[in-house]
């Protein structure tokens, strides 16, 4: 029986990844992003390399609309899906005291918002199924305060620790739910938010194909976080576990004063 999933955050970096990926291994997908013609265009390339049907569905996740929609087919009893990738979400290049309330609202609505939303509208068909899987993007981030006046890790560290509690609710149902917490990964994201990665060293950054693999391997394995890579493993346990006096004055004061 072929399967189906849904990915936010389709057209880039990790949920484009995803989408190939889940393509290749033989599932239906829902693609989903805010642009149309992005989002097509991968639908048709994945129609013709792998033969699979992927519907396009554009949503802003960051609207109430958007939401609905997407929330809308996530609970569709006739066309269920298998799994849910929770993988759209943002950072923002300024810290906390120099970004707008309105962008800190938005960064909430998708990295936190839309993510419990999308797990909740799917979750019920799920268990009444007895089977199915949530994967919720999350990053190393949220670990710690690993960077000073940087909300995201905030964000992040509610998407950990949100996967993780309902995993914990639901799986003796037969569904999962799992975090995947990624390091810096070779992807569009941190050139859309403005943030410059010129000072980060060679060897911090992953390929988006490895780290799908290496979550998709967690998830058969039963975890509920997943950290790809040794290397992260390494730093997510540091900074698990470091003093909190420690951390603070590794990360330090924000760049560029206050």
Known sequence: MVQTALVTGATAGLGAAFARRLAADGYQLVLVARDRERLVELAGE????????????DADLATESGVGVVASRLRAADSPVDLLV???????????????????????????EAVLRLTHAVLPGMVQRRQGRVINVSSVAGFGPVAAGSTYSASKAWVTNFSESVDQSVRHRGVRVM?????????????RAGIRTDGSPGWLWLQADDVV????AD????KAVSVPDWRYKV???????APHGLLRRAVGRPGGGE
Do not use: M
């Open 46 to 57: 994945l129609a013709e390399r792998h033969g699979t049907k992927a519907e396009a569905l």
């Open 179 to 191: 975090a995947l917490c990624p390091g810096y990964v070779r992807t569009e994201f941190h050139e």
């Open 219 to 222: 998830l058969r394995r039963g």
């Open 213 to 216: 693999s290496d979550g998709l």
């Open 235 to 241: 730093l997510a346990t540091v900074v698990r576990h």
């Open 86 to 112: 929770n993988n759209a979400g943002i950072g923002l290049r300024q810290q906390f005291l120099r970004t707008d309330e309105a962008d800190e609202l938005r960064l909430l609505r998708l990295n936190v």
